[in-house]
């Protein structure tokens, strides 16, 4: 059984750091691409980054610089280390399994979210 | 980036009535392999997104064949033959077929 478990979240102040967690189960980091997604109150989805099973990352534009992805594969666990928050970067953070082996198609899997605030 | 346009914004249904949903992209998702790299997600109220059609008009695993999806290169569209309260949420489409990723920016779907 696949699951997703987000953790990390907290109150932080602009221009801070903080690193949300990912813990997998029933299926393999090295396969599968996974991806954070995050939702602002009140607003709606935005792409945040993504890995893929071989190690490729790609990111948003608005992250690019001052998140970084990653994961390990021994421990099941995918991460997202955000430096240099902004105001703009609050909001809940997903992360999501694709369904398709090694690419970057459709999320069959999603977390429960960590909620990130950004506020002095 | 491909612009996700998603109509309309609030859509009060009653139960047992059909519903229908437009996603609309500023570039075509038909890839060489095909398919058309639009999905469709649904938000239930305080939950996180679940997949409901994928490339286009396949329903994922376990979503009820009263959802279907249609539509190809720029144009897209979701239908409920008969929402059922448990169909309230935030629809979603999203399309993979361009970095970045983008979604369109939902349809709330209540009942009346």
């Known amino acids: 059984e696949v699951q997703l478990l987000e953790s990390g979240g907290g109150l932080v102040q602009p221009g801070g750091s903080l690193r949300l967690s990912c813990a997998t189960s029933g299926f393999s980091l090295d396969t599968y691409t996974m991806t954070w997604v995050r939702q602002a109150p009140g607003k709606g989805l935005e792409w945040v980054s993504s890995i893929y099973g071989r190690g490729d990352t790609h990111y948003a534009d608005s992250v690019k610089g001052r998140f970084t992805i990653s994961k390990d594969s021994s421990t099941d666990t995918l991460y997202l280390q955000m430096t240099s928050l902004r105001v703009e970067d609050t909001a809940i953070y997903y992360c999501?399994?694709?369904?398709?082996?090694?690419?970057?198609?459709?999320?069959?899997?999603w977390g429960q979210g960590t909620l990130v605030t950004v506020s002095s | 980036d491909a612009v996700m346009t998603q109509s309309p914004l609030s859509l009060p249904v009653r139960p047992g009535e059909p519903a229908s949903i437009s996603c609309r992209s500023s570039?075509?998702?038909?890839?060489?392999?095909?398919?058309?790299?639009l999905d469709w997600y649904l938000q239930k109220p305080g939950q996180s997104p679940q997949l409901l059609i994928y490339?286009?008009?396949n329903r994922a695993s376990g979503v009820p064949d009263r959802f279907s999806g249609s539509g190809s290169g720029t144009d897209f569209t979701l239908k409920i033959s008969r929402v059922e309260a448990e169909d309230v949420g935030t629809y979603y489409c999203m399309q993979t077929r361009h970095t970045p990723i983008t979604f369109g920016g939902g349809t709330k779907v209540e009942l009346k």
């Open positions: 490339m286009g008009s």
């Open positions: 999501a399994k694709d369904r398709v082996p090694d690419s970057s198609w459709s999320f069959d899997f």
């Open positions: 570039q075509s998702l038909l890839h060489s392999n095909g398919y058309n790299h």
